[in-house]
């Protein structure tokens, strides 16, 4: 995983998460984390979650706005409810947050320097420098107002911080990993999240090497009265070269899931590698009230979140498809299948750690069938696939912000087991 990952287009959203889906993502945010630990390790999530791309199909999968900007606030906020009880036994600990919470940081990693033995003082100023730059240094037209640090037990580290643009309606997402960083000021960032506005002003970037050297001798030689007298002399400033284009994922402003947002051979390799590997690798499970067909197909895309290589996160969209979204796009949260993935991971996950990893090589063989699958599966189309959720929501115990999902209306289709 290379460590500048590219950009994505986030809109800015308001609202709130409801009680019921955010108790909800946290239960499955910290059952994913302690899998992906225990699976490839500390040092292996910092890299996930540093990934932008990665990132936003994470907060997908657990229910929320596949595109909007309320997933980075949502999937920080889940984390750190979830973890924190859990932060001595699995080494992570998760500080920060939006408003005031950012502002608390340094003070939350002195708490946890003293816990652990770390330099929480070190930590601290790193969280305020990497706070500095993405504000000043970087000058993007974006304003910060969340900033998460992630701090394992070795010292290691990512930071997530969002800025917004009101007049704009967008957000812009940027990760730090602390693997590798040589210099907060010279080319520091594993990705900056946002789409192209054009020329930034970004002295962060490696090639700004001299124009930062040239601003610290032109200080000291005719001091901040000479810099100002100076700039009274242009109109306007000359603009400064042009940045390089990094890889950027556009996440559109409609709500709606639509085919292109979604890559087809991907989602049917994961619908036939639900329909395959489910009944012969799950077949205890299957006999458990209430687990079916329905909870496989879940399955198979939390299965690529926790195993999934980092080019294949490119279409968000397709993960909102597990536990659809709050605000019933795709279609309502499936709130009898989400309860029922949760119950099934946490079951591999407690299996696992007492030795019998049966179940989440299990999940590891639907994630691996589901790649094999793409080249030749076929399947239903995304709007036949959303409209047949739809339908079938209540018997799911449908829900989103506007309440229960009711019984279809007309001739009934029978739904799928949970």
Known sequence: MSRRGGSADLPLHGGRVPAWLGERMTKLGTILVEAIVL?????????????????????????????????????????????????????????????????????????????????????????????????????DGFELYLHGFIVTDEGRWVIVQQGMNGDRRQARRYHWLSEGLESFVDAPHTAIDGRDQGVIVNLADRRAEASRQGQLELLGSIGPDGIARELARFEAPAPPDAQALLPHLVLPDHHDVRPENIIGRRLHGALAAAAEQGPKDFADLLLVPGVGARTVRALAMVAEVVHGAPCRFSDPARFSLAHGGKDRHPYPVPIKVYDHTISVMKAAVRHARLGHSEELDAIRRLDAQARR?????????????????????????????????????GVAIPAEGA
């Not at 309320?70 to 859990?86: D, E, F, H, N, Y």
């Not at 739809?390 to 209306?409: D, I, T």
């Open 39 to 139: 699976e490839y390790g500390r040092d292996e999530l910092l890299r996930r979650l540093a990934h932008p791309f990665w990132f936003q199909c994470f907060g997908a999968v657990m229910g929320m706005d596949w595109h909007s900007s309320g997933i980075t606030t949502s999937v920080l906020g889940s984390l750190k409810r979830g973890l924190a009880p859990r932060a001595h036994e699995l080494g992570i600990h998760v500080c920060g947050g939006r408003g005031k919470h950012s502002r608390a940081t340094p003070a939350e990693l002195l708490t946890v320097g003293a816990r652990t033995g770390l330099d929480g003082t070190a930590l601290g100023h790193a969280s305020r420098l990497v706070a500095k730059v993405d504000s000043a240094a970087v000058q």
């Open 373 to 409: 699958l793409e080249s030749s599966a076929t399947g239903p189309s995304v709007e036949a696939l959303i409209a047949e959720e739809r339908h079938n929501s209540h018997s799911y115990g449908g829900r989103s912000v506007f309440g229960e999902e009711p019984p279809p209306s």
